[in-house]
């Protein structure tokens, strides 16, 4: 039986990606594993969806915490034979920490790397972490938990059921682990599904309209307060942004900049039922990870956002280029392999947007129709959950948290 594992709640894309999977074999049956109150749990049958009620934090919690999960995930798993995907390590740690906890060897496991750090997990210090608060500085110190990950993930790349979304991230994962994971083993993430054509506005404006599209989270907002200060110091513009997290800190940054009113607004969250007609009042979009392909499904040429490791603003308005003009797979996750200075400017780019705005649609669509294919991505992924082999995994040490990380992971989650 195929088992879906996926207690994250912030994963975006990674929460449709594993709905996708499970609705492709519905019929065959499965099962989904996920967190209490969960977006999956939401758009699942109840009857195939089991919910755990606890802490899904696995590498934060104590061994008597950790024993009550893998008892649940007993009570949820009948006995047989399994196949497991999951989308970010700590879950597959909570999977392998299960099968060692049981005494069983060998795992039929495809992971899915979603992020460019996702093989860092629980690499940071506490001293790494407010570096990075503080001084926007990366570290991942923890050189243990680094080699834990490190040979499990070789040892999945081996039998061939480790799966990069794309080239940013297998670069990235090679350059840290040293696994070699070929670039044949790429599947980007299978979205689109849309046959429209380039929607030019028909209104009356006297301003190229640029929107963004996604969440306003911590890795994202440099790209979200970049686009703000091109349009501060160019008179043609406005930008919408149609997103929420941190709110507060756009609103704030917009009253800093001291721009006329009506030149840069934040929507705030559009349900997905009216991204349609919203979307069809811009001239181009500007975002990063499935966001892109949402925007060009929907008529826009797009431009791609950089998402920032350490969240520190940049020194001047940059992107990544249009949606075609990407490498296999990647949206906006250039800077955790590469340098800023590579990268075009948004000035120039939006040049170009203004001037061949149909032909760069054109681009873009047969780039996401070809890379982000639906039917054909999820095919892949159903070819590697059929043929890879099974790992050993009684002998892979677990990463560990000590006592003072937990409890300061704890008493963050209780404020």
Request: glycine share 6%; proline share 4%.
């Amino acid at each position: 039986m195929n088992v879906f594992i996926n207690f994250n709640e912030y994963l975006g894309g990674g929460e449709t990606l594993l709905i996708r999977l499970f609705e492709s074999i519905s019929s065959e049956g499965g099962l989904v594993l996920t967190s209490k109150g969960s977006y999956i749990a939401s758009k699942l049958q109840p009857s195939r969806v089991y919910e755990f009620p606890g802490d899904y934090s696995f590498g934060y919690l104590n061994q008597d915490e950790k024993i009550d999960f893998y008892n649940w995930m007993d009570s949820v798993l009948a006995d047989g034979s399994h196949k497991f995907v999951t989308f970010c390590l700590r879950d597959l740690w909570l999977l392998i920490g299960y099968y060692k906890f049981k005494g069983v060897n060998e795992l039929k496991v495809m992971h899915l790397l979603l992020h460019p750090l996702d093989h860092l997990y629980l690499s940071q210090s506490l001293v790494d972490k407010l570096r990075v608060k503080l001084l926007s500085q990366e570290g991942y110190s923890l050189i243990k938990n680094r080699q834990h990950n490190s040979a499990m993930l070789k040892r999945l790349t081996k039998v061939n059921s480790l799966i990069p979304m794309n080239l940013n991230v297998l670069q990235r994962l090679n350059r840290d682990t040293g696994a070699n994971l070929d670039s044949s083993m790429i599947i980007p993430l299978p979205v689109i599904e849309s046959d429209l054509n380039y929607r030019p506005i028909h209104e009356s404006t006297k301003l190229f309209r640029i929107v963004w599209l996604g969440r306003i989270v911590d890795f994202k907002i440099p790209a979200i307060l970049s686009m703000i200060d091109f349009v501060s110091n160019n008179a043609g513009y406005q930008y919408d942004i149609i997103g929420y997290g941190y709110e507060d800190v756009v609103n704030d940054y917009i009253s800093f900049k001291n721009i006329p009113a009506g030149r840069v607004n934040l929507i705030g969250k559009v349900p997905h039922d009216q991204l349609d007609s919203q979307l069809s009042s811009y001239h181009v979009g500007y975002g990063m990870g499935t966001s892109v392909i949402e925007m060009v499904g929907r008529g826009l040429p797009t431009i791609v956002a950089l998402a920032k490791p350490n969240f520190k603003q940049f020194k001047q308005p940059i992107c990544a280029g249009f949606v075609h003009e990407q490498k296999y797979g990647n949206v906006g996750d250039d800077l955790y392999v590469n340098s800023e200075n590579d990268c075009p400017l948004i000035a120039d780019t939006l040049t170009r947007a203004q001037k061949t705005p149909k032909e760069i649609y054109d681009l873009d669509f047969l780039s996401i129709n070809k890379v982000f294919n639906l039917e054909d991505n999820i095919s892949k992924y159903f070819e590697v959950m059929n043929s890879c082999d099974a790992v050993n995994v009684l002998d892979l040490k677990l990463p560990e948290v000590g006592f003072m990380k937990r409890v300061v992971n704890k008493w963050l989650v209780r404020k």
